[in-house]
């Protein structure tokens, strides 16, 4: 039996992977059997239902997600192979399924990054006892899946993860963004609240990872230079601490023409924002991948991207790549995409090289089956192999 667990996905980009998923997997029931488990309610449960597949629905957050991880011995026969799509193993299956595991948590692999170092007291606390249980069962599975070769030979050289047992499935460029999906009225309403300057748009929440927060110290560089003719764009809640945060230092600083924020942006509307700005940033410490990537490519936007090991493997020649923490770094790389119309157009052309790269929607969801199917035959992972695995030390300060 195969059960593909869907318990840790809510929303954002592991939904739209999620529903994708279950598309593929309901043509190739012929080869598997299986059961999905899923949360109650929303767009899963409709999906599962319209496909007519066999589900366990799982209602009452988190108590209910508890008891029903650890009932699963009991659910479902020995040796079942559980493929969870994003997140560890559930609570009861150690031992009892060969655990497939998609890893997303690119922090856990790069110890040499204080990766919560914009964080003090107890919500800096709160994510590194999280990264610590992650740790742990992580683990614990038997197969593991990233989405980038990088993260993958992290797991291996640096993990010790048995190298038979960890694949790499690259993400797919999500038809959710698109040329064709731009509506031209909603548009126009998103360009009146913009200036004309160079709109280099940052699509992210109030994640500090982000590192939006360096925007006010770059936009000051700007002004230093008499540069004036870029306007950064961000989609941060009203409510969060760093909106105040950068609302403070904007206005503090006389540079607020330099930034304007939108809010947040309901996914069918990503499209047409991204079409009246003019480059995509993604200043991330860290990512295991970010659909602002193909977003940009997809939307024939100029891209640019914290200079890491992760960017260039994900981004190749498609982006351009800056130190987010040197503001000098930031504004030269400005400064040629505003003054040069050739080189904007050298790294649109290169994005769209990149994107062909990546597989399909149909080809990356049938390199998961295969997956599933190598892990079956390899079965679950020996405790020696297991003991194998050893975290390095992680950087406490920056």
Known sequence: MTIVNLLPVADGGGLQNALSFLETLASARGELDVQVVARAGGAIEAQLEALSMTVHLVSGGRIGRL??????????????????????????????????????????????????????????????????????????????????????????????????????????????VSKELVDTDLAEKYSQRLSSRFKVLFLSG????????????????????????????????????????????????????????????????????????????????????????????????ALIVTDADWSRAACGKGAYYVDPDDAVSVVDTLTELTSSEESLNAMRFAGQQ???????????????IQCIKDAEVLGPCSSSLKRLIKWPSVKKNP
């Open 354 to 368: 990149m994107l062909d790269t990546y597989p399909s929607v149909k080809q990356k969801n049938e390199l998961y």
């Open 67 to 176: 008891k029903f991880e650890m009932s699963v011995r009991k659910r479902f026969p020995k040796g079942s192979v559980c493929f969870t799509l994003f997140g560890p193993p559930m609570l009861g299956s150690i031992g009892h399924f060969v655990n497939v595991n998609g890893c997303a948590y690119s922090n856990l692999f790069y110890p040499e990054v204080c990766f919560w170092q914009d964080y003090s007291g107890r919500a800096r606390w709160k994510r590194e006892f999280i990264d610590r249980a992650r740790r742990k069962f992580t683990a614990l599975a038997d197969f593991w899946i990233f989405e980038t070769e990088v993260l993958s030979g992290r797991a291996i050289e640096l993990c010790h993860f048995p190298k038979e047992r960890v694949k790499t499935v690259k993400m797919a460029a999500s038809a959710l």
């Open 206 to 301: 109030a994640n500090r990872n982000k590192r939006v927060q360096n925007l006010p110290q770059i936009a000051c560089e700007l002004q230093d230079r008499g540069e004036s003719g870029v306007q950064f764009v961000t989609t941060l809640p009203v409510e969060s601490d760093l909106f105040a945060e950068l609302s403070h230092h904007f206005k503090d600083s006389k540079l607020a023409s330099y930034w304007v924020n939108i809010g947040p942006v309901p996914q069918s509307e990503a499209s047409s924002l991204i079409s009246v700005c003019d480059a995509m940033a993604t200043f991330s410490r860290l990512e295991s991948f970010s659909n602002n990537f193909v977003e940009a490519w997809r939307m024939g936007k």
